[in-house]
């Protein structure tokens, strides 16, 4: 409960904490709203990534397996089917998407069995009139997500809570240039109009922080998708924008300088 973190948690991080680390910003924030008196204390190290992993591959063993068409564009998820995710937003999206655009939802460990039959269900129903729509539905490993890290067209996070966001860094790391929602550490992964397209949404103010209007939040979805998945000139700039953003900022190099 935030009232008994905030009484008790200070005294404990005053007695034993030198420095508390957070990934972002927009976690910071979220933290000393409920304590401030932590203030002093807190310093901003975002996540990252081996970069030495995470680069471009030309193997297409995954897409094979799965049935992408490698000769067609395909918009990209990866994540776990929670409501924090906002995958299902991805998927109402769907419909306003250009139609001879892939949908690669690599999509598993749902939170609940309520979330995962919404999907089930939400994933069918646009299969009825949409053929393209592949859902790999597990985890898969990392060198089968850098695969489909590095053939996608767009990568697309639609996130309604996100402290960090470190897949987005991992599709920039691949050089696929990224839409995704502007909500907490997102906003200072993703260079809105450089890197990608940030979409702003408005939310309910309490959790789950489900948009207000979640049509409109699917329909600017799937135009900044469309705007990407049209235009291949700015899309190639902002996915070297990233590779860029991700070497100067994100690399496991530069943070662990951060922690000495």
């Known amino acids: 409960h935030p009232k008994l973190i905030a009484a008790i948690f200070p005294k404990l991080l005053k007695k034993y904490a030198t420095v508390i680390i957070c990934n972002s910003k927009a976690t910071e924030s979220n933290i000393l709203y409920h304590i401030p008196a932590l203030e002093s204390r807190i310093k901003v190290i975002y996540n990252g990534i081996n970069l030495q992993e995470y680069v471009v591959t030309n193997e297409t063993s995954t897409l094979k397996a799965y049935g992408i068409d490698q000769t067609k564009p395909y918009v990209l998820f990866v994540g776990r089917i929670t409501r924090q995710k906002g995958i299902i937003h991805l998927v109402n999206a769907i419909k306003y998407i250009d139609e001879n655009t892939q949908i690669v939802l690599c999509a598993g460990a749902p939170d609940t069995k ?12 646009i299969k009825k009139t949409r053929k393209n729509v592949i859902w790999i539905d597990k985890m898969l490993e990392k060198k089968q997500v850098i695969q489909l890290y590095s053939h996608a067209t767009v990568f697309c996070c639609p996130s309604i809570y996100e402290p960090f966001g470190i897949i987005n860094i991992e599709a920039m790391a691949c050089n696929t240039a ?3 929602s502007a909500v907490g550490g997102i906003k200072e992964v993703v260079v809105d109009g450089e890197t990608g397209i940030l979409v702003p949404v408005e939310q309910q103010k309490e959790a789950p922080f489900e948009p207000v209007n979640p049509d409109k939040f699917a329909k600017d979805l799937a135009n900044g998708v469309n705007k990407l998945i049209n235009n291949k000139e700015l899309r190639d700039s902002m996915g070297k924008k990233g590779r860029k953003r991700v070497e100067d900022h994100f690399d496991w190099v530069a943070i662990a300088k951060q922690t000495k």
């Open 114 to 125: 309520e979330i995962g039959l919404e999907m089930e269900l939400a994933v069918n129903e």
């Open 178 to 180: 990224v839409v995704a």
